[in-house]
């Protein structure tokens, strides 16, 4: 079975502030195991459902995207840079038009952050840094399991 976990917090729990817009806004260091057999790739998309206010959510932001992780990969060390990214690996852009990572940053209220991790059946070609949605159009038929670690994060709070 696919899993993504993170030794910084446990699914459910409080993102530490260091991986925050109020700390270092450094990734966390992610774990994955159970990579489906037949997996050619994996793909990462972190996202918060809850933007702007969790009481009237209008988007689902997109704080980071990545594609073609060999499927054998156990997982990104903390803070990890584009540059150090697993062999193959392919950025996409998130929200803030940017690729990397975008730590949590909350205008208002407790958001949760569902970090997913997708097993594909294929390695896709060079999508040029894509948008989440165009990043899960191509990949669009090519899921063989899915696995989500969320965390939450509420500005201001120590």
């Known amino acids: 079975m696919l899993t ?3 030794p910084a917090f446990p699914h459910g729990g409080e993102i530490p502030r260091l991986h925050t817009c109020e700390g270092k806004d ?8 159970g990579a489906p057999q ?13 933007a702007p206010d969790p009481a ?17 990969c156990k997982g990104l ?4 840079q584009e540059s150090a990214l697993p062999e193959g690996t392919l950025p996409g852009v998130n929200d803030w038009k940017k690729t990397g990572y975008g730590g949590p940053c909350p205008p208002i209220g407790r ?9 594909l059946d294929t390695a896709l070609d060079d999508l040029g840094k894509p948008t989440r949605q165009k990043l899960e159009r191509a990949f669009a038929g090519h899921l063989l399991a899915k696995a989500e ?4 994060y509420e500005k201001g709070r120590k």
């Open 149 to 152: 670690l969320m965390g939450t």
């Open 38 to 50: 037949g997996a050619k790739s994996l793909a990462l998309v972190v996202h918060d459902p809850d």
């Open 111 to 119: 958001h949760r952050y569902f970090f997913v991790l997708s097993a």
């Open 77 to 80: 060390p903390q803070g990890v």
């Open 26 to 33: 450094v990734p966390p260091a992610l774990e994955f195991a």
């Open 4 to 6: 993504i976990r993170s």
């Open 56 to 72: 009237a959510p209008r988007m689902d932001y997109v704080h980071w995207v990545l594609y073609n992780i060999p499927p054998d």
